[in-house]
């Protein structure tokens, strides 16, 4: 175990800002050591051999690696013998990329100083890449201090792009809910039993898509009252391999098709009223899929809601027969939407 540890190497994984215990679920799983939480959506751990595995990783946005550099200051990094060593990690890092024409991304604090921008300029002439808008390159990496403020850290992103942009989605929609989000709500209470799955306000079907591969033998249903929505889920889909195994209905979500006490998992990424929906569509929509999804749920169905519209879902729950068993705050793109679980509070069905 020892001689193992030495062998392994520093990375950092980035996850959404709430989700961490997936992340560490999952890095627990693929035989992560020395795993720590470093701040909100940021953690460390090593790992011993290939690092490609990692790049499976279905709850992290990305995975870097860990470079150490003893240096007062970056602009020590412009030096021979450092920036050569430098060049030497991103040129490993892109080895194994059927990727043409890569950009050069670089994140630091005072990313358009004089230093900075000499920095990426030669190690894009270097590498002969270009320089990246917004350094948002395929090729990217962060420079940051240690706790210890001793030296200089440069992280180097091992994929050419986040890992939450899946292969599969080939549609996307104003919306979409992240692939790293949905993979997280599907490993909620998640059973060894073959399950009944509904996905109300199923959208593009992200969710149906994670559960699909994260379960291979449940009996999985979509509903929306979009035919552009079902089409895009069915597209994506089509592209992840899990369509013969998904039944889409054009339905409304507050008055589906289905028979009572048919479901044991319900999940519903709920429209926030920004880029989807309304609040006066929301004050209708979110007591009727309540209603809805009571009726059609076994009693000891779980129901996984996923909302920005905070407040208005705690008050219809509280109106409901439904109760809260955990609520967890998250930080997505800016804005703080909350991950519900709730379970029925009695078997009574009420239409």
């Not at 701040?39 to 150490?68: E, K």
């Not at 970056?74 to 024409?101: C, E, F, S």
């Amino acid at each position: 175990m020892r001689k193992r540890a030495s062998r392994s190497k520093e990375y950092e994984v980035e996850c959404i800002p709430g989700l961490e215990a997936f992340a560490m679920d999952e890095l627990n799983s693929c035989d992560a050591r020395s795993l720590e939480t470093l701040r909100p959506g940021f953690l460390r751990f090593r790992f011993a051999g290939d690092s490609r595995p990692l790049l499976t990783l279905r709850s992290a946005i990305a995975i870097y690696s860990v470079h150490r550099f003893e240096v007062p200051r970056p602009k020590a990094l412009l030096g021979h013998q450092h920036l050569t060593r430098l060049i030497g990690i991103l040129r490993a890092v892109m080895r194994d990329w059927t990727l043409q024409n890569p950009r050069l991304g670089l994140g630091a604090a005072g990313a358009n100083s004089q230093v900075i921008m000499r920095l990426k300029e030669e190690l894009a002439r270097s590498l002969d890449v270009e320089l990246a808008e917004e350094n948002k390159g395929e090729l990217y990496l962060r420079l940051a201090r240690p706790i210890d403020r001793s030296a200089w850290e440069v992280l180097v992103r091992l994929g050419p792009r986040p890992l939450s942009k899946r292969d599969w989605r080939i549609i996307n929609v104003p919306g979409a809910l992240n692939a790293t989000v949905a993979y997280a709500m599907t490993q909620i209470q998640s059973r060894d039993a073959q399950d009944r799955v509904l996905n109300l306000c199923c959208g593009s079907g992200t969710i149906l898509v994670e559960h699909a591969h994260n379960k291979t033998s449940d009996q999985l249903l979509a509903v929306d009252n979009s035919a552009n929505m079902l089409s895009a889920a069915e597209r994506n889909l089509r592209a992840s391999d899990t369509k013969h195994r998904v039944i889409l209905l054009h339905a409304d979500a507050g008055r589906t098709p289905l028979p009572s006490r048919a479901i044991d998992r319900i999940y519903a990424d709920l429209p926030f009223g920004g880029q989807v929906g309304s609040h006066a569509d929301n004050l209708r929509l979110y007591p009727a899929l309540l209603r809805e999804a009571y009726r059609i749920a076994k009693p000891d169905a779980v129901l996984i809601l996923l909302t920005h519209e905070v407040n208005l879902l705690r008050n219809c729950i509280a109106q409901s027969n439904w109760r809260t068993i955990s609520e967890t705050k998250i930080t997505l793109s800016g804005l703080h939407p909350r991950l519900f679980v709730l379970k029925a509070k009695s078997t009574t069905i009420y239409m």
